[in-house]
């Protein structure tokens, strides 16, 4: 009779470790689930942080490339009206530019009065540290 309550009791603490085992175990998994969940939350909002900097960024550079045209034409006054229409366009315009050019090449004859040969020549564009990315010949 000792040998069967003690099998029994023996059975019992055997059957309860293998409950604390699954209750550890299944925390466990419940935990590497959230820390999962938050991750890939976290991975998505970066994602979505990244997309609206690279729309912005694109947005930028289109008026950049408008800007250099329209300099390459010596349409000021395009650049002027693009300026005044566009946040991003006075957002990449340093405040001296518009300032700088005389008020008579924007009243229409800019393109008669500019001479594309000003601004000929090789251009360097260099890194914070004072490192050659790329030359353009204009």
Do not use: C
Not at 61 to 89: C, Q, T, Y
């Amino acid at each position: 009779m000792t040998d069967k309550i003690f099998n029994d009791a023996y059975k019992m603490a055997e059957d309860e470790i293998k409950k604390n085992e699954e209750l550890k175990k299944q925390k466990e998994l419940e935990r590497v689930r959230d820390v999962i969940k938050d991750y890939k939350l976290d991975q998505l909002q970066r994602r979505e942080n990244l997309k609206k900097q690279k729309e912005k960024i694109e947005e930028e550079i289109r008026a950049i490339n408008l800007n250099l045209e329209n300099l390459d034409k010596g349409n000021f006054e395009a650049i002027k009206d693009i300026i005044d229409k566009s946040e991003v366009a006075k957002k990449i315009t340093p405040d001296w530019f518009l300032s700088s050019i005389p008020d008579f090449f924007f009243n229409g004859t800019s393109t008669s009065t500019f001479n594309p040969q000003w601004v000929k020549g090789v251009y360097k564009v260099f890194d914070e540290h004072n490192r050659l990315i790329k030359e353009y010949l204009f």
